[in-house]
C-alpha cells in the first residue's frame, strides 16, 4: 500500500467520530443512523459516502457473498436498495417493490402495481432508481405515472396518486424525493409528444398535492403561472408552446437542509434541434439548468444555466452534490455538478453563483466557461448551422445518470465517465414542417428533430472511465480506463474506497486516494446499477443488483451487443457481500454474443424493408436501434420468432409473450407485419453498422 493511502486510512480513523456526527447531523431524518443506507445519495447532500470504516483499503480483499437473491423475472435493474431498520427496500422491473432482510435476502413482502397496457411501450423493460422512504411508508413511482405510498412493514397501498397526463408521453424512471414531509418526483419523455416539462410535490401523509414547479414556459396567450415563467419565457423564440418546449427533470434532486432549499437539475429541449424548436435562438430557460426552488412553496429562487439555448441533448439531470470545500483561502457551501455537457461546475449554493467549471472529459462544442458571465464560449460551427457536425461529448453525454460520489476525507469526486463523439446531423429532417411524433406510433427518438450517429466505431483505447476528480483544483486525480463507454454509480467510504460495478460484469474496490485496484469480482452479467453499504449488529455489508438494463443497453448498439448479455440467459441477482461471507456465485453462463440465424429462403424486399424500418421505430427501445440488442431484450436478428409467419403475428401483434415485457401492437396490419420482417432480416444480414446511434 503506498505512503499516502497509509495516511489517509489514519486520518480517517482519528476523524471517524467527529465525521460521523456531522453526517448525523444531515441525514434524512433523525430515526435513521449512519449505519443504515436511508434515501437515494444516503444523505440530504447526494454525496452516496458512508462513514463505515469495517472494510477497508487494508481488508478489502477478504470481501466475499454474503446472501443473494436470486430475481429470475427480471431483466434490467438499475436501482439503488435502501435500508432502514434491518430492512432492505428495492424496485425491479414491472415496477415491483421489494422487502427483504438486510442480513439475509428473505423476502418479506412485495408489490407489483397494475400497469396501463398502452404504456407497456414506454420503457417497459428498464427497472426505475429506485424508492423514497419517509417515516413508516416507502414511495414509489412508476413507468406509467403513478406514485404509491406503501406501509413500509406490509407493502400495503396506503395511497397513489397520477401524476402525469396519460395523454402525454411522460414516465417515471427516477426514485421519489422526501423531504420536510413532502415526495418530489419529476419525468422523462421530452422526445415525444409535445411535452412541458415540471415538478411536483406531494403531501407524503396524504398524496395531496402542495405545489407544482413548471420548468419551461407554456402559451403566453394563457397568462404565466408566476414571475419565473413570464421571466423564462422572454428567452424563447416562435411558438415552442406548440411543441412543448421540453425540459422535462427526471433525476437529479437535492433537498439542502441547510439553506431550505430544493435543488432540481432539469431536462433538454423538446424538440432537442433549436433550429426547430426556438428558431430565434435565446437561452430557453429554464432548460439545462439547476433550479432552486423553496421547498414549501415551489417558489423560485435562483437558477444557474449550464448549456444555454442547448440543441445537443446536453441535459443537466444529473446529480448535484452538496459540500464544505476551502476554495482561495475561504470556506464556500459548494454545490458540485457533471452534466451531459462535459464541465464540471462548482456553485455557490447560497446565491447561484458560478465559483469554477473546467472539462472533466473530452470537450469540442465549447473553448470554456467565461468566468465573468458564467456562459460556455461555443466553438463556431458547434450548432451544425451547416447541418451536419462532430461534437464531443455526444449526447449520452460526458457523464448520464449513473451516480458520482464525494468523498470528503479524500476530498474527491469519483465519476463515471463517457468518452464519445458524436455526428449530429439534418439528414431526412425536413425542419420547416416538422411536428411532434404521436408517442403511440414511435420510438422517443423520432421526437429529436435531429439525427445522431457515432462518429467512429472504434471509440478508441478508453471509452469509458472511472475518475476521481478534484473539485477545489478542478482537475483529475486518477483515472482507471474501462473498455466500454457506459457504467454504473459510485459508493465511497471511510474505508478509503470507491466501489463500482461494471458493464463487463466486474464489481470492483479501489484505493479513494490513488486509483489502486485493491479487490474485484466477477458477477457474470454486466452491472447498470450503483452499490451502497450498511451495518447491522456489527457488521458491515455491500449490496447491489446484478442485472444488465439501462438504456445502454438498448441503444448501445454493437458496443453494447459485443458484451454478450443476452435477455434471458444470464441470472439476474441481489448480491451481498460482507467480511465473513462463504458463498460463492452459481455456475453462470458465458458471455454469448448474439449471432444473426440464417434465412436464405427470404429474398429481402428493399421497399419493404425501407417501410418496415418505420414500423420497427416502436421496437428500437427496447430491442435496439437497427435491431442490434444489448441485452435488455431479445436479438431480433437472433430470433426464430421472427421467421415464422404465425408465430410472430402472435407475439407481435396478439400479445401472446406481454406477461414477459412485449407489449401486444393489434393495430398493425399483415402487411406491416411482413415489412417489419424484411427489415429486421436486412439488419441481420448488415456487416457495417457504422450508421447506428448511440
Known amino acids: 500500500m503506498s505512503r499516502l493511502s497509509l495516511c489517509v486510512t489514519f486520518l480517517i480513523v482519528l476523524l471517524l467520530p467527529a465525521m ?42 477478504r470481501l466475499a457473498i454474503d446472501w443473494m437473491v436470486e430475481l429470475p423475472t427480471d431483466a434490467g435493474l438499475a436501482a439503488t436498495p435502501l435500508v432502514v431498520n434491518g430492512v432492505m427496500y428495492f424496485t425491479g422491473n414491472r415496477n415491483t417493490v421489494r422487502a427483504v432482510s438486510a442480513t439475509t435476502g428473505e423476502e418479506i413482502w412485495s408489490f407489483t402495481p397494475d400497469i396501463d ?109 408566476n414571475d419565473a415563467m413570464k421571466m423564462a419565457a422572454e428567452t424563447w423564440t416562435g411558438e415552442w408552446w406548440k411543441l412543448g418546449g421540453g425540459g422535462n427533470a427526471w433525476h437529479g434532486f437535492t433537498y439542502d437542509p441547510e439553506f431550505d432549499a430544493l ?48 440543441t445537443w441533448d446536453f441535459n443537466s439531470n444529473m446529480d448535484i452534490v452538496l459540500a464544505d470545500l476551502h476554495i482561495d483561502g475561504r470556506d464556500v457551501k459548494a454545490l458540485m455538478h457533471a452534466p451531459k455537457n462535459g464541465f464540471f461546475y462548482v456553485i455557490d449554493r447560497a446565491t447561484g453563483k458560478l465559483i469554477s467549471a ?64 458524436v455526428r449530429y446531423t439534418e439528414d431526412f429532417i425536413d425542419l420547416e414542417n416538422w411536428q411532434s411524433p404521436d408517442w403511440r406510433d414511435v420510438a422517443p427518438t423520432e421526437g429529436m428533430a435531429v439525427n445522431t450517429l457515432v462518429a467512429s466505431m472504434d471509440p478508441g483505447p478508453k471509452p469509458g472511465s472511472l475518475q476521481a476528480w478534484d473539485p477545489v483544483q478542478q482537475k483529475q486525480a486518477w483515472e482507471v480506463p474501462l473498455p466500454v463507454s457506459w457504467n454504473p454509480g459510485t459508493l465511497t ?65 454493437i458496443e453494447a451487443s459485443r458484451l454478450g448479455w443476452r435477455y434471458g440467459l444470464h441470472p439476474r441477482r441481489l448480491v451481498t457481500f460482507s467480511l465473513k461471507g462463504k458463498q460463492e456465485l452459481p455456475p453462470m453462463p458465458p458471455p454469448d454474443v448474439p449471432v444473426a440465424l440464417e434465412a436464405p429462403f427470404l429474398e429481402i424486399d428493399q421497399g419493404m424493408a425501407m417501410n418496415g424500418a418505420t414500423v420497427y421505430n416502436q421496437c428500437q427501445f427496447c430491442h435496439g436501434g437497427m435491431a442490434v440488442s444489448g441485452g435488455s431484450a431479445p436479438d431480433l436478428r437472433a430470433s426464430s420468432i421472427v421467421l415464422n409467419d404465425a408465430a410472430f403475428s402472435a407475439v407481435v401483434r396478439d400479445g401472446d409473450l406481454a406477461e414477459r415485457g412485449m407489449p401486444a401492437y393489434p393495430d398493425l396490419s399483415d402487411q406491416q407485419l411482413k415489412e417489419l420482417q424484411h427489415f429486421i432480416r436486412q439488419m441481420a444480414r448488415t456487416e457495417d453498422y457504422s450508421v447506428i446511434g448511440f
Open 117 to 225: 397496457p398502452a404504456r407497456l411501450k414506454v420503457a417497459f423493460l428498464h427497472g426505475s432508481r429506485g424508492v423514497g422512504f419517509w417515516g413508516d411508508k416507502v414511495y414509489a413511482a412508476t413507468r406509467d405515472g403513478w406514485l404509491y405510498a406503501l406501509k413500509a412493514a406490509t407493502g400495503e397501498v396506503v395511497w397513489r396518486t397520477l401524476t402525469i397526463d396519460p395523454d402525454k408521453a411522460l414516465y417515471i424512471t427516477g426514485a421519489p424525493k422526501i423531504f420536510k414531509g413532502k415526495v418530489l418526483v419529476g419525468n422523462g419523455g421530452t422526445e415525444n409528444g409535445g411535452s412541458r416539462g415540471y415538478v411536483t410535490a406531494y403531501d407524503a401523509e396524504t398524496g395531496e398535492q402542495v405545489w407544482r414547479f413548471y420548468i419551461v414556459p407554456g402559451n403566453p396567450a394563457d397568462g404565466f403561472e
Open 493 to 557: 467510504t471511510a474505508g478509503n474506497l470507491v466501489f463500482q460495478g461494471r458493464a463487463d460484469g466486474l464489481f470492483a474496490a479501489y484505493d479513494a486516494a490513488t486509483g489502486e485496484v485493491l479487490w474485484q469480482k466477477q458477477l457474470g452479467l454486466g452491472i447498470a446499477a450503483p452499490p451502497i453499504t450498511y451495518q447491522i449488529d456489527g457488521t458491515q455489508y455491500v449490496s447491489l443488483l446484478v442485472g444488465w438494463g439501462s438504456g445502454f443497453s438498448s441503444f448501445g448498439g
Open 358 to 421: 473546467e472539462p472533466f472529459a473530452e470537450v469540442n462544442w465549447a473553448e470554456r466557461i467565461d468566468m465573468e458571465t458564467g456562459r460556455p464560449v461555443e466553438r463556431p460551427g458547434a450548432r451544425y448551422e451547416d447541418g451536419d457536425e462532430i461534437i464531443t461529448p455526444g449526447p449520452i453525454g460526458a457523464h448520464n445518470w449513473p451516480s458520482m460520489s464525494y468523498n470528503p476525507v479524500t476530498g474527491l469526486v469519483y465519476i463515471p465517465t463517457i468518452h464519445q463523439s
Open 263 to 310: 435543488y432540481i437539475g432539469t431536462g433538454n429541449g423538446a424538440p432537442w434541434n433549436q433550429k426547430i424548436r426556438s428558431p430565434g435562438g435565446g437561452d430557453n430557460l429554464f432548460l439545462c439548468s439547476i433550479v432552486a426552488l423553496d421547498p414549501d412553496t415551489g417558489g423560485y429562487l435562483w437558477h444557474y444555466q449550464t448549456t444555454p439555448g442547448e
Open 20 to 61: 460521523a456526527t456531522a453526517v448525523d447531523d444531515q441525514v434524512i431524518s433523525d430515526e435513521y443512523n449512519v449505519a443504515d443506507w436511508p434515501a437515494y445519495g444516503r444523505t440530504h447532500l447526494e454525496q452516496r459516502f458512508s462513514p463505515l470504516t469495517q472494510v477497508n483499503a487494508q481488508n478489502v480483499d
